[in-house]
């Protein structure tokens, strides 16, 4: 059997330019199927963690997906908002640690505008329970004051100090502006790669700063408060769109979520962030299947392609089969060996692809985390990823039957009989 191999290398060797493209392109099919798992994989951690340490979200009665929609990734309108004694009662509950209001409704070129208190800035945690930082400036102080994320500050080319003016509803487009009170930018947050990114902070009196002279979602006509008057009312918030909270025990979540649905002055829905994200991610992971089974045809794309190499080279390679027949092989031995060289090429293709794909994730992993958030670790190869490739050497070896068949069939005269 060793004669066989070595004359099955040189084989090889003789057609390395045809066989080199071909595991180049096994190489990389691999590459993009274990890639797109394993960025799939991190974007699915990098969602699940867009909201770390809270215990629970808080909001008026509605669906679990779409309150985390609205209160976590700011995306959608809330059904209702809930009264700010509501938020009162719920923060003085002794199993209550910390209790966050945010309220929404306003926008800035497209970004939602979200007004809370201080105690965001120290609270709120994403990812592996990190806390919010800042890439320059500090966090809200003066009424007309303006935090904002990453993604704001290079989308519109902000820095601190600068005058910006918030709009009336979300959206981009025929919104009226609160143009009289501009606010200043006291902070820029660091690049999290979570909704914090594209979001603009203010604090809950500026909110209702903004809207002493709006009435039912419109200036009141003639009526005009100027930016410096304003403090000079009463700014007490009389609602929020929903409540994160932390609870001194995670042993009484249960109980406390049991007690906020069951709050009898208005009807509120408590939910774990954890089990409402699974169920989100359920919604808005269609995407990410569709292009894994994508990337799985493209790699049976590549085995194709090698199956094709092999059985176009067959006639070619009819004499050199029939010389090995001839001092001894068995069409047995020739079907093993044509069989063996389609798996061994994609072997080394797959062993390939991975150390491509380990020398790119180690490459590119910090410019990716700090411009989408996604923490990509570069590895060779995980648990989880050898049941893609193990699936790959299966259908490899499935593929290589066909031309080891082929060559199976051919006989000693038939090599050795020139065809005119």
Known sequence: ??????????????????????????????????????VRQDAQDSFEQSV????????????P?????YAVFHLGDATNNIHWQTYQDIAANPAVAWAIPVSMGDSHHGFPVVGTTQD??????YGEAQALT??????????????????????????VGDKITLSHGMGDIGLSEHADKPFSVSGILARTGTPVDRTVYVGLPAIEAIHLDWQ???????????AEYASKFDLTPKE?????VGLKSRAGVFKMQRTVNEYRAEPLLAVLPGVALDQLWQVVGVAERALLAVSGMVVVVGLCGLVAVILASLNERRRELAILRSVGARPLDVFLLLSAEGLFITLSGTLLGMLLLTALSAMFAPLIQSHYGLMIAPKFVSIDELGLLASVMGVSLLASLAPGYGAYKLSLADGLTPRI
Request: without cysteine; positive net charge.
């Open 1 to 38: 059997m060793k004669y066989l191999l070595a004359l099955a290398i040189r084989s090889a060797w003789n057609r390395k330019l045809t066989l080199g493209l071909t595991l180049m392109s096994i190489a990389l099919s691999v590459a993009l199927l274990v890639g797109v798992e394993r």
């Open 52 to 63: 770390s340490g809270t215990d629970l979200v808080i909001g008026a009665r509605t669906s």
């Open 65 to 69: 997906v779409q309150l985390m929609l």
């Open 120 to 125: 965001y800035f120290e609270h709120f945690h």
């Open 134 to 159: 800042f890439s320059g400036g500090k966090p809200f102080a003066g009424l007309f004051d303006a935090v904002i994320g990453a993604e704001v500050a290079d989308h519109l080319g902000y820095h």
């Open 216 to 226: 039912g979602g419109a200036k009141i006509p003639g009526f005009n408060i100027p």
């Open 240 to 244: 929020v769109t929903a409540i994160l």
